[in-house]
């Protein structure tokens, strides 16, 4: 079975610091998707960046960029200069197919970062 | 925002009852996810549905259903409802094409006393 691991449960950064926010995931898939989610204290997920197996290049959305290591099968977000805005939990995510049509996503258990000025 | 909808946003009821939830996914998204989020079990897929037919299914209780309507938005039906049942309810919605980038609307906060 597939399997997203988010071993940090809290990470702290100083306003305008990178921040690494670790994800490791299990597949047997040779195709397949990771994405990262936003939570803030408010409760909607919110999507930031999305990384395909294929993908040559790491993916970049802004502040954001994800760390795509394929043999060690992590997909590591990096938030670049830290805003006191990115104080939340962040999910790790991959897309599972669970049949021929049908997908979900699978959940890491989220990490929350906290920002300081 | 996301472009999903959800109503309501949050509901108060007693066990045993029964409520509804409703979706309306983003412009032209043809598939619908729900998702429940609680403290103990963490995010956890319920059922997908795509252009009003069941897809898959995940770790739906029997007691809960859903269904999506010709005009693509869908209904969480959850009844008998339990003290553990108190979660967020996420709608998400998708394209159709090799990202599926799920996109989430707000929730809904059930409290079941």
């Known amino acids: 079975a597939q399997k997203i691991t988010q071993t940090q449960p809290g990470m702290f950064v100083q306003e305008k610091e990178a921040v690494t926010l670790d994800c490791t995931y299990d597949?047997?898939?040779?195709?397949?998707?990771l994405f990262w989610y936003k939570q803030p204290s408010s409760g909607e997920m919110i999507f930031l960046i999305y990384?395909?197996?294929?993908?040559?290049q790491n993916a970049t959305e802004g502040r954001y960029s994800l760390n795509f290591q394929k043999a060690r099968k992590s997909a590591n977000l990096v938030i670049s200069a830290s805003q006191l805005g990115d104080s939340a939990m962040y999910f790790c995510?991959?897309?599972?197919?669970?049949?021929?049509?049908?997908?979900?996503?699978?959940f890491g258990k989220g990490t929350t970062l906290s920002v300081s000025s | 925002d996301s472009g999903v909808t959800q109503t309501p946003k949050h509901l108060i009821t007693a066990t045993g009852q029964r409520v509804t939830l409703r979706c309306s996914p983003r412009?032209?998204?043809?598939?619908v996810y729900w998702y429940q989020q609680s403290l103990d079990q963490g995010l956890q897929f319920l059922i997908q549905?795509?252009?009003?037919?069941?897809?898959a299914k995940g770790n739906i209780l029997e007691r809960f259903s859903a269904q999506q309507f010709p005009d693509l938005h869908s209904e969480l039906n959850l009844s008998s409802l339990e003290l553990g049942d108190s979660a967020l309810y996420f709608c998400?919605?998708?394209?159709?094409?090799?990202?599926?980038?799920?996109?989430f609307g707000p929730g809904t906060r059930l409290l079941v006393l």
């Open positions: 998400a919605s998708s394209e159709t094409g090799p990202r599926e980038t799920q996109y």
């Open positions: 597949t047997s898939d040779q195709s397949y998707g």
């Open positions: 990384q395909g197996s294929y993908d040559e």
């Open positions: 995510a991959m897309r599972e197919h669970l049949n021929q049509a049908g997908t979900a996503l699978i």
């Open positions: 412009s032209g998204d043809l598939s």
């Open positions: 549905y795509y252009n009003g037919e069941e897809r």
